[in-house]
């Protein structure tokens, strides 16, 4: 299973636009009949004028100045029908409506150029999604993964959740964090995150010394920004992050925690946190200690399931204002594989939520499988 991007969306929206259609030609049907049939000194024309205005807000030119036709000939007959085409009230109805509908007309091109733009818009930005925020392998030696973020906003595709899992010789490492702040900013730390994760995955023998590496890269990329910024003070920004090393030789893990809330083992239907013994300031915030990088060992057997997370997962409110009980929640979710773990999370938290989050969120759980696998 590859990365997804779950965003809140609209359903129902083939049979919305349906009724979207016919809207129009009802509004021109019923002030057609009124009209004919009202006393000689009630005009109801000008109503017609919602007619194209209204299709203007959802279909393109063609289907609007068709409205506009549709309408200046309903208002036509009325004037044939009341009283004479050349009746000077109607006349000037009818030029108002034409008027109104080439108007409406404009503005439904306008809407679907600027339609087509954000289409163009959203494209690149899935392009440099899958740039970024790649995604991790449905596979890794002994262990299975699989990923997702979820977008706080409709249609977001970038933000300040990372996560990555990179292959080594002697197993697998593993990233996920969150940037603190929103916006190009934290988008940019993120990619610097991950861009320096993957190329020093490989390259560090030690998982302190990766740490040590990518709170480098942070602070580096800090003292570029706020250079760019023309500002003398060292940017505030920083990053929280769990990195992993899982060995694919023995059934542990090591864990530096960076200020990032603890991963959750799953096994056999106990939920338990692993909390680091001695964790680090976020990455970014290491000038604050002197201290050393200490890693946490932790067991990791065959059939355990390791679920990694951001903050936007356990600061999600429902109505009531109630965080999201994340180690309950999971304990009660099934959890055959990792892809049906984040699926059933996934629903349950958006449930608990009301559908909509107030933060990103990213998720990754991992499985150690059997030998024989």
């Not at 129009?24 to 000689?40: K, M, N, Q, R, S």
């Not at 973020?149 to 996560?163: F, N, P, V």
């Not at 995955?201 to 709170?215: N, T």
């Not at 002197?290 to 600061?315: C, K, P």
Request: net charge negative.
């Amino acid at each position: 299973m590859g990365s997804r991007q779950w965003s809140p969306s609209l359903q129902g929206g083939t049979r919305q636009s349906r009724a979207l259609l016919v809207l129009p030609f009802v509004l021109i049907a019923v002030v057609t009949t009124v009209d004919i049939i009202a006393p000689p000194d009630v005009h109801l024309g000008p109503f017609l004028v919602a007619a194209p205005a209204i299709t203007a807000s959802f279909a393109g030119p063609g289907l609007t100045s068709f409205v506009g036709a549709v309408a200046v000939l309903a208002q036509a007959t009325v004037a044939v029908t009341r009283t004479s085409i050349t009746d000077l009230n109607h006349i000037y109805q009818i030029v108002a409506l034409f008027l109104i509908s080439a108007l409406a007309t404009v503005f439904a091109l306008l809407r679907k150029r600027h339609a087509a733009e954000m289409v163009q818009l959203r494209s690149v930005a899935e392009a440099a999604q899958r740039g970024v925020l790649r995604p991790v392998p449905p596979r890794s030696g002994p262990l299975r993964l699989a990923s997702v973020y979820m977008a706080a906003e409709a249609g977001a595709q970038l933000g300040g959740d990372l996560y990555a899992a990179a292959r080594t010789p002697e197993g697998t490492r593993v990233i996920i964090g969150d940037v603190k702040g929103k916006g190009l900013d934290a988008i940019s730390s993120a990619a610097g995150v991950l861009g320096a994760f993957r190329a020093l995955a490989r390259q560090e023998s030690g998982l302190a010394s990766l740490v040590a590496r990518l709170e480098t890269s942070v602070a580096a990329h800090q003292i570029d920004s706020a250079q760019e910024a023309a500002d003398e003070n060292i940017a505030e920004g920083f990053v929280t992050a769990a990195v992993l090393d899982i060995p694919d030789a023995a059934p542990v893990l090591r864990l530096v925690s960076c200020g990032h809330p603890p991963p959750l083992l799953l096994r056999a239907g106990q939920v338990c946190p692993l909390d680091a013994t001695e964790p680090v300031p976020p990455l970014g915030l290491g000038r604050l200690t002197a201290g050393r990088i200490e890693e946490d060992v932790f067991s990791f057997d065959a059939g355990d399931m390791l679920l990694l997370y951001t903050d936007g997962v356990t600061e999600a409110r429902d109505g009531s204002r109630d965080f999201y009980p994340l180690t309950e929640r999971v304990a009660a979710l099934r959890r055959e594989s990792p892809e049906e773990l984040l699926k059933h999370l996934c629903a349950d938290l958006l449930r608990h939520a009301g559908g909509h989050l107030g933060d990103d969120a990213a998720l990754v759980a991992i499985e150690r499988l059997p030998a024989t696998e």
